[in-house]
């Protein structure tokens, strides 16, 4: 079956440092997002990217944030200049774009542990 | 977005059914239900859709009684493995993001 990867599983940063968290999402799927989840709180919806854009962002996705998709595999999270506050779990979600029966279901990675000390 | 209200917690023995039910009560007439699982340290997984009356899958089974305004996830015979925390997610935007509440952590015993 197949499934979303992410990279690393666990990083740990200094604050102020930059990170890049890696996701492979399921090859034919169009629809890709990252999720973050603080220590006991909620699953947090970051992002959202189809067609080599943006789609939709949540408050959290400040201006520190970015995505991209470097190639037809890749999709990337990069914080610019992480805060204690941004350790969390990191979720890369892909979709397809013919969901027309389930056009909820989003497939998950694994997750990155995000520390920042 | 529709709220949802859930059971924060919930306790079952290996072998018994065990449903939890969702609150939905300003439910949008384009809205889905849509229910997740959650494991430690994983990333949710899809369990299960739906928009009316019953549906099932190889899973569980999601009842949705005809006001729409409450849902339920049946678990049949539920192992050790079941242990998790159960979302349920009311949206019409099927493009873009799921919103996750607190969720439902339903805990079986041996």
């Known amino acids: 079956e197949p499934e979303v990867t992410q990279t690393p599983s666990h990083q740990v940063t200094q604050m102020g440092q930059e990170v890049i968290l890696r996701c492979v999402p399921i090859s034919n799927h169009l629809y890709f997002y990252w999720y973050r989840q603080i220590l006991g709180q909620k699953v947090e919806f970051l992002v959202s990217f189809y067609n080599n854009e943006i789609s939709e962002k949540s408050e959290i996705f400040d201006d520190q944030f970015s995505v991209e998709r470097p190639d037809g595999s890749n999709f990337t999270l990069k914080i610019r200049s992480t805060k204690l506050e941004d350790s969390a779990m990191y979720f890369c979600?892909?979709?397809?774009?013919?969901?027309?029966?389930?056009?909820?279901?989003?497939?998950f990675g694994p997750g990155t542990r995000l520390t920042v000390t | 977005l529709a709220k949802t209200t859930q059971p924060i917690s919930m306790d079952s023995y290996e072998g018994q059914e065990v449903n939890i039910t969702c609150s939905h009560n300003?439910?949008?007439?384009?809205?889905?239900i849509t229910w997740y699982q959650q494991f430690p340290s994983q990333g949710p997984r899809f369990i299960i859709q739906?928009?009316?009356t019953k549906v099932t899958n190889e899973v569980a089974s999601l009842f949705i009684p005809a006001d729409r305004k409450s849902s339920t996830l049946s678990l049949p015979r539920v192992s050790l493995s079941d242990t998790a925390v159960y979302y349920c997610l009311v949206g019409n935007n099927a493009g873009n993001m799921l919103t996750f509440g607190g969720g439902t952590r339903l805990m079986v015993k041996p």
């Open positions: 739906g928009y009316k």
């Open positions: 979600a892909s979709r397809n774009g013919t969901g027309l029966l389930l056009p909820y279901e989003q497939y």
């Open positions: 300003n439910i949008a007439t384009n809205d889905y």
